[in-house]
């Protein structure tokens, strides 16, 4: 699930695109992901079959609307991201407890394009590296300002199915009921 709040996007002149880059702005994306259970069983069974020939696709080549994606700059003034798994003890009987979430919060993520040498440019200067090659070298740098990152209680862990199970232990003796969240990382800046 993902749920973003202002989004605005900057668009120099058509004649410009391919050296100015389009700015895209959200003041607030939140994102949950979520492990899905089924997935396992799925590649499983897809592993069995044989693999299937890649097919080709017209169009393959780089193309006007590739170049501007590449040239974008995408800035980001807060992103929350949700991070819930299942673990492996879940749905056994007698689990005492459900696997905690992590919550990841990024402010003022930048993500733009640069040259090979990591600095900034305008786009036609970016895309000289990859003139004499047979392949499209895109440099793109990823900055942000703070990182934290907390464990939560999984909010399972104040169900009714939970609440008879707070005297049980699992089978090491440990009681694992969580109530608090904890911060493991906070202020943390950095680019890559």
Same mark, same amino acid.
């Not at 699930?1 to 050296?19: D, R």
């Not at 992901?33 to 780089?62: M, Q, T, W």
């Given at each position: 699930?993902? &749920?973003? *709040?202002?989004?605005? #996007?900057?668009?120099?002149?058509?004649? @410009?695109?391919? #050296?100015m880059p389009i700015v895209v702005q959200i003041?607030?994306?939140?994102?949950?992901?979520?492990?899905?259970?089924?997935?396992?069983? /799925? /590649?499983?069974?897809?592993?069995? &079959?044989?693999?299937?020939?890649?097919?080709?696709?017209?169009?393959? *080549? %780089?193309?006007?609307?590739?170049?501007?994606?590449?040239?974008?700059?995408?800035?980001?003034?807060?992103?929350?991201? !949700? !991070?819930?798994?299942?673990?492996? *003890?879940?749905?056994?009987?007698?689990?005492?407890?459900?696997?905690?979430?992590?919550?990841?919060? #990024? /402010? @003022?993520?930048?993500? %733009?394009?640069? @040259?090979?040498?990591?600095?900034?440019?305008? !786009? =036609?200067?970016?895309?000289? $590296?990859?003139?004499? &090659?047979?392949?499209? %070298?895109? +440099?793109? =740098? !990823?900055?942000?300002?703070?990182? /934290?990152?907390?464990?939560?209680?999984?909010?399972?862990?104040?169900?009714?199915?939970?609440?008879?199970?707070?005297?049980? &232990?699992?089978?090491?003796?440990? =009681?694992?009921?969580? $109530?608090? *969240?904890?911060? +493991? #990382?906070?202020?943390?800046?950095?680019?890559?």
């Open positions: 699930m993902a &749920k973003s *709040g202002k989004l605005e #996007i900057a668009l120099p002149y058509l004649s @410009n695109v391919q #050296i003041d607030k994306l939140d994102l949950v992901l979520e492990e899905n259970d089924e997935v396992d069983s /799925r /590649r499983s069974k897809s592993s069995a &079959k044989a693999p299937s020939s890649p097919s080709k696709s017209k169009g393959s *080549g %780089y193309g006007f609307a590739e170049k501007i994606a590449d040239g974008m700059t995408l800035q980001i003034q807060t992103v929350n991201l !949700l !991070l819930e798994t299942h673990g492996g *003890g879940r749905h056994l009987p007698g689990v005492t407890w459900a696997s905690p979430m992590a919550s990841i919060t #990024i /402010r @003022n993520l930048v993500l %733009y394009t640069t @040259n090979e040498n990591w600095q900034v440019v305008n !786009l =036609k200067a970016a895309r000289e $590296f990859s003139r004499d &090659k047979n392949f499209i %070298y895109v +440099f793109r =740098k !990823l900055e942000w300002e703070q990182l /934290r990152i907390d464990l939560l209680p999984h909010p399972d862990m104040l169900s009714d199915d939970l609440e008879g199970a707070s005297d049980q &232990k699992d089978d090491d003796g440990a =009681k694992r009921v969580f $109530f608090g *969240g904890e911060r +493991f #990382i906070d202020g943390v800046s950095g680019e890559a």
